[in-house]
């Protein structure tokens, strides 16, 4: 019998910046979170969950050169934070394949916790500054 642990990293609208192919991105983020709380959870080795983690890191290099792309062309004044505060996610999440690959980390709940918060405070605080921005440049 299977047992099915309920995601806490589920997308809700309430973190919709209203910009469509933005907030697209922003679920994919959440599903690769709830992926790797998944793996976790059921125990399965560092290999899968390594595998995850690479693949969320790619996502949301992308997903970051995407937001800043479009900032830079629309002029947006946050750029430069915006900037700053995608490569401490991406920083971070080095470290954590950096630790789990050289065994030195057990990805806990710590790990998890950190991913959505800071996704969830990102897009609650700081993407959501550029929603005015990316519509007066017919971004909806």
């Known amino acids: 019998m299977e047992v099915r642990i309920m995601s806490l990293f589920t997308w809700n609208e309430k973190y919709s910046v209203h910009v469509e192919t933005m907030d697209t ?42 937001e800043e792309k479009y900032m830079e062309s ?30 030195r980390l057990g990805l806990s709940i710590d790990v998890l916790n950190f991913l959505k918060d800071w996704l969830v405070q990102h897009i609650q605080t700081t993407d959501a500054k550029y929603t005015e ?8």
């Open 74 to 103: 629309f002029g947006y004044t946050g750029l430069a934070e915006q900037k700053k505060q995608h490569q401490v996610f991406i920083d971070k999440i080095n470290g954590y394949e950096k630790d789990l690959s050289e065994k």
């Open 25 to 66: 991105q922003h679920k994919k983020l959440f599903e690769l979170i709830a992926k790797l709380h998944e793996a976790m959870s059921a125990g399965k080795g560092n290999t899968e969950v390594g595998e995850i983690l690479r693949g969320l890191n790619e996502y949301t290099t992308t997903h970051f050169a995407d």
């Open 133 to 140: 921005n990316f519509h007066t440049h017919g971004m909806k």
